[in-house]
């Protein structure tokens, strides 16, 4: 039999015998060929529970024939045993389950399976149970004393109480595993038995294409900065490909969007529904299929292999051109008009004491989308994914922040500001 299976059968059985349900527990270990003793152990434990002590016997003879060390196996033998009025072998039991400790106060079988902790003053105390049975009243005593000496602090008052009874001549009653547990199977092995779907569906988690909703596998590509290029795997028929649109278009799902005539767009997929799902300026976008047109090779030869990203992920023109290296007109947050009017008038700053923006106010936060190489003395250098601190709004293209402890100003494409809680990997 599978393991798997193994585990299935006796996560059953444990779950039968948990509600009261011997006969189904039953059924379930006896379908396991060749059970482990953990499983003959369970056994021997339901058919106690259902009142079979010969049956529980029988049980607990296989449990210690598979694993001669099992102590706990040959306590409850011991105890089963005491019940048949088998004192000898009862006796013989317990000696054996207390060798088995190899004096250790206790054996935890917690890890096997089984809540419950095997005490060798248990043992003994149940030892002396036996020998009370057999008239031995002085042999009782002394294992009793022994187990005074084994027993963990808190137990003295139980011990004294079986000592004032072995000198009265009185009989003690075995102790045994409590009714009601069982080896059980590891937890992590028992959710395991269903499968589980660890994939889930596939999304697109990360892409270079604005607003990327593609669903679906595709095999691994290089994917170059500036550039969406579909796998040839990914084109499924002749649909897909670059195609011209034949007149102008706003899709009405964007305000700013639109879609020039004789515009060249890249058709991902065509719907029965007469819409064409396409990229357009690095965005994706719905156009009717009734539009669109195939592109010859010479409209193709336009622009370079695969979907250039929208242009604002280029850097715009460097500000004021013929300015002074070194040196650039700034529109702080804080100032008023006065302060615009002097910026108009074409006021400097001199970097080398922009190393620090101590003093002056956060207006927000921005997260560098794509990496930016300073490109004069006065730029920002920083790498994506860092956080900006934006100090001013330079003009509508570029903005003046700190990264890292320096100052400068960057094109304002180049991120995306931070919303209020909003998260980011």
């Excluded at 049956?55 to 024939?65: C, D, G, I, K, M």
């Excluded at 007149?247 to 009405?252: G, V």
């Amino acid at each position: 039999m599978a393991y798997r299976e193994l585990v299935r059968r006796w996560h059953q059985g444990v779950l039968a015998a948990d509600g009261g349900d011997w006969d189904a527990a039953l059924e379930a270990f006896a379908g396991i060929p060749e059970p482990p003793a953990r499983i003959c152990f369970n056994v021997g434990c339901v058919e106690l529970l259902a009142g079979r002590p010969g049956e529980a016997l029988r049980a607990f003879n296989r449990t210690v024939a598979k694993d001669n060390s099992l102590a706990v196996g040959f306590f409850q033998r011991g105890f089963v045993h005491l019940q048949l009025e088998m004192y000898e072998e009862a006796l013989s039991d317990y000696h054996t389950a207390f060798s088995h400790l190899r004096k250790n106060p206790f054996i935890d079988y917690k890890q096997l399976g089984l809540r419950h902790i095997l005490y060798a003053w248990e043992v003994l105390y149940s030892m002396a149970a036996v020998q009370c049975r057999l008239q031995q009243w002085q042999e009782a005593r002394a294992t009793l004393e022994k187990a005074v000496v084994w027993r963990p602090e808190g137990r003295t008052a139980v011990l004294d109480m079986a000592l004032e009874k072995v000198q009265n001549c009185l009989v003690l009653e075995p102790m045994q595993v409590p009714l009601g547990e069982f080896f059980r199977p590891r937890k992590k092995e028992v959710e395991q038995l269903d499968s589980k779907d660890f994939l889930g569906k596939p999304k697109v988690i990360s892409s270079i294409i604005p607003n990327d909703e593609y669903f679906g596998f595709e095999p691994l590509r290089l994917q170059k900065q500036g550039f969406y290029e579909p796998s040839a795997d990914a084109l499924r028929d002749s649909e897909t490909g670059y195609c011209q649109v034949l007149s102008l278009y706003h899709p009405e799902d964007s305000e700013k969007l639109a879609v020039k005539a004789r515009s060249l767009v890249f058709v991902l997929a065509r719907g029965a529904d007469g819409w064409a799902t396409a990229i357009y300026d690095g965005q994706k976008l719905r156009i009717p299929s009734s539009l669109l047109e195939p592109a010859s090779k010479m409209e193709k030869w336009k622009i370079s292999d695969g979907i250039p990203l929208p242009p604002a992920q280029v850097p715009p023109s460097p500000l004021h051109g013929k300015q002074k290296p070194g040196a650039v007109p700034l529109l702080s947050a804080e100032s008023g008009g006065e302060n615009a009017s002097a910026n108009d008038a074409g006021a400097q700053m001199d970097f080398k004491d922009l190393d620090s923006h101590s003093g002056r106010p956060i207006l927000y936060r921005m997260l560098a989308q794509h990496p930016y190489p300073a490109q004069g003395p006065g730029d920002l250098e920083f790498s994506k994914g860092d956080m900006l601190d934006i100090l001013s709004e330079v003009n509508e293209d570029w903005l003046e922040g700190c990264c890292n402890g320096k100052t400068g100003i960057f094109p304002k494409c180049f991120a995306t500001q931070l919303r209020c809680g909003a998260a980011f990997l």
